[in-house]
């Protein structure tokens, strides 16, 4: 493998030989389990989004405006350094997500690894895969749904913080006079959200 890749550096480095240096990094570094962090971005109606994966599943999504550089910055402080642009551990995500896109996936089945949330934060996450497709509750119902009514404040906290946005339905969760609420991917990508499940 290494006579392999040590033939691609010497060749001119051109779009399909970056291509086949890279497939061979990821290969070698999957082989031997040298791979903490894979992520790809794939594209959607509410922009581009980052997704990242440990073994043991799904454990970032992220809009644009995150900025995907400081989120893999993040991903290689919190959990590992060993982090590379590594698409197939991704395929069953993004195709997932597209399906939700395209109106024709309701529920994500995906595993996932919640390693960036704790305590109360994690236990509102764990809750809002309740909240139906198509349907919404106030922080206040989700306050109450996790035994904790005074907690509103918290449970909008977890929410912001959410690091699974889409799959993780925090969208689905607005203000009780009906106001649309704050949101990660910004007010637009939440309405955007909500229109294409209550369009269904």
Request: with cysteine; hydrophobic share 40%; charged share 25%.
């Amino acid at each position: 493998m290494s006579e392999n890749i040590t033939g691609l550096l010497s060749a001119p480095a051109d779009s399909g030989t970056l291509a086949r240096l890279r497939d061979a990094l990821t290969a070698r570094v999957e082989t031997e389990g040298l791979l903490d962090i894979a992520y790809t971005t794939v594209d959607s109606p509410v922009g581009s989004l980052l997704l990242a994966a440990t073994e043991r599943g799904l454990v970032r999504v992220a809009y644009a405006r995150e900025d995907h550089d400081a989120v893999l910055d993040t991903l290689a402080h919190k959990l590992s350094p060993r982090i590379l642009r590594s698409p197939g551990r991704l395929d069953r995500a993004a195709r997932a997500l597209d399906e939700y896109f395209e109106g024709t996936r309701t529920v994500f089945d995906l595993p996932l690894d919640h390693a960036l949330s704790h305590g109360f934060r994690r236990l509102v996450q764990s809750r809002l895969p309740e909240i139906g497709y198509g349907t919404t509750l106030s922080y206040k119902q989700v306050a109450e749904l996790v035994g904790s009514p005074a907690a509103v404040r918290a449970v909008g906290t977890a929410c912001a913080t959410n690091p699974l946005p889409v799959v993780v339905p925090c969208h689905r969760v607005v203000k009780s006079d009906g106001g649309i609420g704050r949101y990660v991917g910004g007010v637009e990508a939440k309405a955007a959200l909500l229109k294409l499940e209550s369009d269904a």
